[in-house]
């Protein structure tokens, strides 16, 4: 599958959501994270930046400035009770998308043996 440069999964701001649940942090460590940990990442640092952002928009993560005593300064995110209501309905959907997908496996299943 090609992949291209506005390319986003459909779940991208679940995850996002789904690491920030574990406690405020960095988009760089968010991106570390879901590079490290989902297994079949697709995505990059312009999309993770771009979910934060979207996300604080939509008031589902509060970010927050920590001056460093040296450095650059660093953004930090934080998961707000709306975006705690988002990832509880995303595990909904999430639920009913693998109920299909096992439903499509057995059935494919089937289908294969019949075609023998």
Same mark, same amino acid.
């Given at each position: 599958?090609?992949?291209?440069?506005? @390319?986003?999964?459909?779940?991208? #701001?679940?995850? &996002? %959501?789904? =690491?920030?649940?574990?406690?405020?942090? @960095?988009?760089? !460590?968010?991106?570390?994270?879901?590079?490290? $940990? *989902? #297994? @079949? =990442? %697709?995505?990059?640092?312009?999309? &993770? @930046?771009?979910?934060?952002?979207?996300?604080?928009?939509?008031?589902?993560?509060?970010?927050? /400035?920590?001056?460093?005593?040296?450095?650059? #300064?660093?953004?930090?995110? &934080?998961?707000?009770?709306?975006? /705690? $209501?988002?990832?509880?309905?995303?595990? *909904?959907?999430?639920?009913?998308? *693998?109920?299909?997908?096992? =439903? =499509?496996? $057995?059935?494919?299943?089937? !289908?294969?043996? %019949?075609?023998?």
């Amino acid at each position: 599958m090609k992949k291209s440069k506005k @390319y986003s999964p459909r779940h991208s #701001p679940a995850f &996002v %959501l789904l =690491f920030l649940a574990r406690g405020a942090n @960095y988009g760089g !460590a968010v991106l570390k994270m879901m590079q490290e $940990e *989902i #297994p @079949y =990442f %697709l995505g990059d640092s312009a999309m &993770v @930046y771009r979910m934060l952002q979207d996300l604080e928009e939509e008031g589902a993560v509060a970010a927050k /400035w920590e001056m460093p005593e040296s450095g650059r #300064p660093v953004k930090y995110y &934080v998961l707000t009770e709306k975006g /705690w $209501e988002q990832l509880l309905d995303t595990e *909904i959907d999430m639920r009913n998308r *693998i109920d299909n997908h096992l =439903f =499509f496996l $057995e059935e494919l299943k089937r !289908a294969k043996k %019949l075609r023998k």
